[in-house]
C-alpha cells in the first residue's frame, strides 16, 4: 500500500473491495450502495480508507476490503500495525444510497451496509464521528489524513463538502 | 465463466442483432441516422469498474432481463447527460444545450430507452429461441458509476467480474452519443453460449 506522501499528489483511487493505508489524499468515486469507511489516526496523523460493497462475506477471505464484517476488522489491523491506539481513531462514512427503488425487492443493500458497519464498529468499541448515507444519490468521497483527517463528500452536479 | 473465441464471436454477432434494431428505433425517433459500433465485450474485475465508468453525470435507463430465467442480469441503455439533453431536445423540439432535465425529458429518456431495450431484446430472443422480457424502466440521472455499482451489488450470484457487452450508437447530426449494454447474470450468459453453440452445430 501507499507511502507517506506529499499533500498535492494525486489522490489513491480506491476501487470497489480494495483499501489502501496511509498519509496522503485517497479517493472512492461514484459510490452508489457501496459506502466508503475512513479511519484516521489524530495522533499519528496516518489513515485507512476502504471501498465496501456487501454487508456479509460469508466466509469468503480473498477480498476483505469487499465486505462490510470483514473490513473493518481489517483496517483497524492494518493501521495497529502502524502504531495506532484504538483511542485515536476518528471513523466515518459516507454513500449506501438506494438508486433503483423498482429492483429493491426487498434488499436495500446500501442501507444493510450502513447497518452492518455500525454494528461491527460497535463490536471493536468504535463509533462513527459523521456519517453521510442513504438517500438516492451517488456520492465521490475523498480523505486526506495528512489535512487533519478530513473527509469530503460530492454529489453529481454538488460541490465537495465536509463531513 | 471464460468465453472461448468461437464464443466470443457468437456473443459479439448476438449483440450486433440486438444493438442494430435498437439503433434503427433510435434513428427512427430522431429522424436522423444513427451510426452503431461494433459491439464490444469486456470483462471487469469490480475493483476496476471505474477505469470503464467514471462518476460523471449520465442518464441511465435500466432494465432487468426476466422471462424464462427470472433474473437473468440487465440491460442498460447509457446517456451521458450533455447527450440526454441533446436527445430529447430533439424530441421536444427545444433548443438550450444547457438547461437542466425536468420530468418531461425523464419521460421522454425513459420512453427512448424501453422501445430501445425492447427492440435489443425482442431480436436477441427471437434469434435465440427464447423469451426475454425487459422489467419496467427505472430512471437515474447521476453519477454513471454509482449506478452501476449498485446494479453489481444487487446482482444474484455475487461475482467479483461482470461481463460487459457494449455497443456505441451515434447519431452525429444532434451529437447524441449513447451505449446499449447488457449485464448478464452467471446463468443467462450459459444459456446464451448454449444457445448460440445449438444454432451453429443444429445436431
Known amino acids: 500500500m501507499s507511502e507517506p506522501a506529499p499533500q498535492d499528489k494525486a489522490p489513491v483511487m480506491i476501487g470497489i473491495g480494495e483499501y489502501n493505508v496511509g498519509s496522503g489524499p485517497m479517493m472512492t468515486i461514484g459510490l452508489g450502495s457501496c459506502i466508503g469507511l475512513t479511519v484516521y489516526d489524530r495522533d499519528l496523523h496516518i489513515g485507512a480508507m476502504v471501498h465496501i460493497m456487501l454487508p456479509e462475506s460469508s466466509g469468503r477471505m480473498d477480498r476483505p476490503g469487499k465486505y462490510a464484517d470483514t473490513a473493518v476488522p481489517l483496517l483497524i489491523s492494518k493501521l495497529a500495525e502502524r502504531g495506532s491506539q484504538r483511542t485515536s481513531l476518528v471513523v466515518k462514512m459516507a454513500g449506501g444510497a438506494c438508486m433503483f427503488e423498482y429492483f429493491g425487492n426487498n434488499l436495500n443493500i446500501g442501507e444493510r451496509n450502513a447497518e452492518r458497519i455500525r454494528a461491527i464498529l460497535a463490536e471493536h468499541h468504535l463509533r462513527l464521528s459523521a456519517e453521510e448515507v442513504g438517500g438516492k444519490a451517488g456520492r465521490t468521497v475523498a480523505f486526506y489524513p495528512d489535512a487533519g483527517g478530513k473527509v469530503t463528500v460530492r454529489s453529481a452536479d454538488g460541490a465537495a463538502h465536509e463531513i | ?203
Do not use: W
Not at chain 2, 449513447?178 to 448460440?196: H, Q, W
Open chain 2, 1 to 203: 465463466m471464460k468465453l472461448s473465441a468461437v464464443q466470443v464471436d457468437a456473443m459479439q454477432e448476438l449483440g450486433n442483432i440486438g444493438a442494430a434494431h435498437a439503433a434503427t428505433t433510435l434513428s427512427q425517433m430522431l429522424s436522423s441516422t444513427v451510426e452503431m459500433s461494433v459491439p464490444k465485450i469486456k470483462v471487469v474485475d469490480v475493483a476496476q469498474l471505474a477505469d470503464y465508468i467514471g462518476d460523471e453525470p449520465a442518464a441511465l435507463v435500466v432494465f432487468e432481463l426476466q422471462g424464462e430465467i427470472p433474473h437473468g442480469g440487465y440491460i442498460i441503455v447509457y446517456i451521458s447527460r450533455k447527450s440526454a439533453v441533446r436527445l430529447t431536445n430533439t424530441m421536444l423540439g427545444l433548443t438550450d444545450p444547457d438547461r437542466p432535465l425536468n420530468e418531461m425529458d425523464e419521460s421522454a429518456l425513459l420512453e427512448v430507452g424501453n422501445i430501445m431495450a425492447s427492440a435489443f431484446l425482442d431480436a436477441t430472443a427471437e434469434l435465440l429461441g427464447f423469451i426475454m422480457l425487459p422489467s419496467p424502466p427505472a430512471l437515474t440521472i447521476d453519477m454513471a458509476h454509482a449506478a452501476m455499482q449498485s446494479l453489481i451489488a444487487q446482482m444474484q450470484e455475487e461475482i467479483d467480474e461482470v461481463m460487459l457487452f457494449s455497443t456505441e450508437l451515434v447519431c452525429e447530426e444532434h451529437r447524441i452519443d449513447s451505449d446499449i449494454i447488457m449485464m448478464p447474470e452467471a446463468s443467462m450468459l450459459k444459456t446464451f453460449v448454449e444457445r448460440l453453440e445449438n444454432l451453429m452445430n443444429p445436431s
